[in-house]
């Protein structure tokens, strides 16, 4: 079963995204065949898109996270049949043997988690292609089941930026209760603000930018701090139980920290490696307060992320773009020009 796929792929780092035919490796018996109905666009397709991380693989299809219908199934699949509603995200393999993937937290796999797109499948060695295509094959220990509760469209980039923010919140225990803060409002703050809210904590937006606060409240902030006010800030010294920090880019830890109470955790989501300016180990010690990173989720974690949206009617505020629009969101998201994610519809790449 030789699948012949059309796309859109990154010929180098200088190149625009453009029209691109390969072949998807042949379905083993636990694959499913997806058809794709839409695909978000994640600011990490950018990056590798344009080789910003070092180590992008040309061609180059993004693309990770993926909303479709199963078209196929292997003999040995049982979780799915044809005509299902499914998704996949950042991850479509893994060891499957180390710890961490038998704690299914599989984006820690200790020999590497192989990646929806720009990575070596672990079986055959041919290279991963992403969601910017009309079909995909994964194992089925790597789709999700899409609850039918869900619009597809907003359900796209759960699949991401979904996951990133409600992994954090799930596994630091976020209740009712607790005083959460989230830094930035873009793809991953917004979902910050809706999962936060719906786990029935007290939320507060720190930003940079003054105006948002009735966009904030819309999306489930009970509070809204300018960042740059000193008096504002001085406000909510040892305040929050729990800051979650989305921003992408370096920026100063250190008066966020002054912000945590006694215990409090402050969770990076943004690759802002070196952390610079430095952390002042003072605030962390005199308070006994934790910095911390995570990423993505587990497979079963992303499952319970869109069982938990479609019980609370959580999506994420997308906006609709054809596939052959791409370059121009590639340039709108650089210039923070959308709210707050873009999807594809998958059914103009016919015409792209």
Known sequence: MTLNVRGFAAQSAETELAPHNFVRRDPRDTDVVIDIKYCGVCHSDIHQARNEWHQSIYPLVPGHEIIGHVTHVGSKVTKFKVGDSVGVGCMVDSCQHCENCEANLEQYCLEGATM?????????????????????????????????????????????????????????????????????????????????????????????????????????????????????????????????????????????????????????????????????????????????????????????????????????????INMDEINEAYTRMLNSDVKYRFVIDMASLKNA
């Open 116 to 320: 929806t797109y720009n990575s070596l499948d672990r079986h055959d060695q041919m290279m991963t292609y992403g969601g910017y295509s009309e079909q995909i094959v994964v194992s089925e220990k790597f789709v999700l089941r899409v609850p039918e509760a869900l619009d597809f469209k907003a359900a796209a980039p759960l699949l991401c930026a979904g996951i990133t923010t409600y992994s954090p919140l799930k596994h630091w225990g976020v209740k009712a209760g607790h005083k959460v803060a989230i830094v930035g409002l873009g793809g991953l703050g917004h979902m910050g603000l809706k999962f936060a809210h719906a786990m029935g904590a007290d939320v507060t937006l720190f930003t940079r930018s003054a105006g948002k606060e009735q966009e904030a409240r819309r999306l489930g902030a009970n509070h809204v701090v300018l960042s740059t006010d000193e008096k504002q800030m001085a406000e909510v010294q040892n305040h929050f139980d729990f800051i979650l920090d989305t921003v992408p880019h370096q920026h100063d830890l250190n008066p966020y920290l002054d912000t945590l109470k006694r215990d409090g955790v402050h969770i990076l989501v943004g690759l802002i490696e070196p952390v610079e300016p430095a952390v002042h180990a003072g605030k962390l010690i005199m308070g006994r307060k934790s910095l911390v990173g995570s990423l993505i989720g587990g497979i079963a974690e992303t499952q319970d992320m869109l069982d938990f949206c479609a019980e609370n009617n959580i999506g994420c505020d997308v906006e609709m």
